[in-house]
């Protein structure tokens, strides 16, 4: 006997559930040890299966039916929405790529614009820190100077009201 | 698939697979409620028209999957190794079913799953194949070796039909 069993298991098996032993078969299992063994383990697991064969009521057919009922109803209400959902997805959507579609059409202007406020940020706040840099002590690096000194004051008194108001 | 052709079919395999999920959980409420999930999804799937056969296979196939999904999830129910004592004496003297099963429980989950579907559910083994997704060969091969373990400890355990004799 090996661990492929033996032919005949399945009718075996077929006659241990349905009671009816060919001659041929009956013979058989007398001398085989494969299939003298299905008969010993399928007698036990019969012992098995009434150890946990349940005595209390199963659940009830009709709640379970309703449930897949009520499941179906609400999988079908979620792929009605899903549409309305998208289209308030779209109606929200709308304003932006007008804003968009805008600033396509006028992109000249809004070029323009953006060329000219960034000259003017250059012109004020970078050139002369690189003045400064270049020649710290000179007349026209005064706004940067101002401006670092109320950010490094601002830092300085956050700093201190925090250890004295904690 | 209307109500009465559900009940029916409820009617005729709930019961089974009530205690194959039970021996698999080792816990009736949780049983019960995979039990419910099973037949949930098997009624979602839509698969009326298949043969008795296809359709029994795809709830237990089912009931499998969401025992398994169950522990993966660590909701472990606790083990219950139902170890034989030692100073167990000769075997009349003990209940033959409660030894048979603490024995039984000792296989590992397949080999006892293998076991119950073929001798208990009656499955043959191209329905175990798919039920447990293996081939049919392999089950074949599993069942053996299943039903040498469980003889052999039989037998260690003075249960086997010789030491009964």
């Not at chain 2, 603490?102 to 590992?108: A, E, I, P, T």
Request: glycine content about 6%; charged content about 25%.
């Amino acid at each position: 006997m090996t661990d492929r069993g033996c032919r005949h298991e399945e009718a075996v098996m077929q006659a241990l559930r349905s009671g009816q032993w060919s001659p041929e078969l009956r013979a058989h299992l007398a001398h085989c040890e494969s299939c003298a063994e299905i008969e010993q383990v399928s007698g036990l697991m019969g012992k098995v299966a009434e150890t946990w064969t349940a005595t209390d009521a199963a659940p009830d057919a009709r709640v379970i039916w309703l449930k897949a009922q009520l499941a179906e109803e609400q999988r079908r209400q979620r792929r009605a929405l899903r549409g309305v959902i998208l289209g308030q997805a779209a109606i929200k959507s709308v304003p932006a790529v007008a804003l968009a579609l805008l600033i396509l059409w006028i992109w000249p202007t809004v070029e323009a614009l953006t060329t000219r406020w960034l000259g003017w940020i250059q012109k004020v706040l970078f050139e002369p820190a690189f003045r400064m840099i270049e020649r710290p002590l000179a007349g026209d690096a005064w706004p940067v100077l101002v401006l670092a000194s109320l950010a490094l004051a601002v830092v300085f008194l956050r700093g201190y009201g925090r250890r004295v108001f904690r | 698939m209307d109500e009465t052709a559900f009940r029916s079919f409820y009617d005729r395999t709930a019961g089974a697979l009530r205690s194959y999920l039970r021996m698999l959980c080792r816990d009736a409420a949780l049983a019960d409620d995979l039990l419910q999930e099973s037949y949930l999804r098997w009624l979602r799937a839509k698969i009326s028209d298949a043969n008795e056969f296809q359709m029994k296979a795809y709830l237990y196939k089912t009931a499998v999957s969401l025992a398994r999904d169950h522990w993966r999830a660590g909701k472990r129910v606790r083990a219950c190794p139902e170890e034989i004592p030692p100073e167990s004496g000769p075997a009349d003297h003990l209940d033959l079913s409660y030894d048979v099963n603490g024995l039984f429980r000792k296989l590992d989950r397949r080999q006892q799953a293998l076991l119950w579907l073929a001798y208990v559910e009656g499955f043959r083994h191209r329905e175990i194949a798919e039920v447990m997704n293996v081939g049919e060969k392999s089950v074949r091969v599993m069942l053996s070796r299943a039903r040498k373990q469980l003889t052999g400890m039989l037998n260690q355990a003075g249960l086997g039909p010789k030491e009964r004799a």
